[in-house]
């Protein structure tokens, strides 16, 4: 089994989970990088080219969390302005013996059959955000230290999605490889809500149908974090994200919709 190996700048969750700038105070520029593991479970429906039979990713095996390293880049800019780029790449075979008879692509199966699959998932995202509200913060016990705050951002992107699958067993293999392009958009809140400890809730969704090659996607995420320092933090969360992807038609005609999804936790370094 393959796990994820992710690019020199990666992510699992859009503008800072890790400290946040713009709660402290303006800042004039800021880099933030982050870096930390997803326990991400693959699942939804499948079709490959060479047939029109669709299968259950779990009926594939796969149906349990695999770990995932992940990293991310982001700058602020100014008190109001951010930028990330972010990008995750999950990797997983499997073999299964199957319960029921059914086929996928040109795949038939039969209960008791084995059948291998491969998945392999790259997404890239170029991410802005806009703080269109931002408090200036609460010190409520009287020691200088500001112990509540919060401020709300608007998120557009563009996502890239490069889909692989692969699936063997009884009589031909099948398999489909292709790339999707999709702008999104999206927001975000967070909240200080005592001395160093940050709440955010995030999610952004886009697509962009082409003719045969249609793309939807989004992503949904919670994370709590702590900062140890004033340029260290750590944070812990659930991620999902979900996906609707589709080319050509008919027996040629390749689909995968569902979610990737699980815990994520890490730390950030702030400069």
Do not use: C
Not at 170 to 196: C, K, N
Not at 259 to 265: H, V
């Amino acid at each position: 089994m393959r796990h994820v190996w992710v690019m020199a700048v990666v992510a699992l969750a859009s503008p800072a989970l890790g400290g946040e700038g713009p709660l402290d105070g303006p800042v004039k520029l800021r880099l933030r990088t982050e870096a930390g593991l997803w326990f991400v479970g693959v699942g939804g429906e499948l079709q490959l080219p060479g047939g029109t039979g669709r299968v259950e990713m779990d009926e594939l095996g796969f149906d349990s969390p695999n770990l995932a390293p992940a990293a991310r880049v982001a700058v602020d800019i100014g008190d109001r302005w951010q930028a990330s780029l972010r990008a995750a790449a999950v990797s997983q075979d499997e073999t299964a013996t199957m319960e029921r008879a059914g086929t996928v692509g040109a795949v038939s199966f039969l209960p008791g059959d084995t059948v291998s699959s491969s998945f392999d998932l790259t997404q890239i995202e170029l991410e802005g955000a806009y703080t269109v509200h931002r408090s200036p913060g609460r010190d409520r016990d009287g020691d200088g230290r500001v112990d509540f705050a919060s401020k709300v951002d608007f998120i557009a992107g563009v996502r890239l999605m490069d889909i692989d699958w692969s699936v063997d067993g009884p009589g031909p293999a099948s398999a489909a490889d292709d790339t999707y392009l999709m702008p999104y958009i999206g927001g975000a809140l967070t909240l200080r809500v005592f001395e160093r400890f940050n709440i955010r809730v995030g999610a952004d969704a886009g697509g962009l149908p082409l003719g045969d090659n249609t793309a939807f996607s989004g992503d949904v995420n919670v994370a709590a974090s702590w900062d140890a320092t004033p340029n260290i933090g750590l944070y812990v969360g659930y991620r999902s994200a979900f996906f609707d992807l589709s080319s050509g038609e008919g027996d040629r005609e390749f689909a995968a919709n569902g979610a990737n999804q699980g815990l994520m936790i890490g730390a950030s370094l702030r400069f």
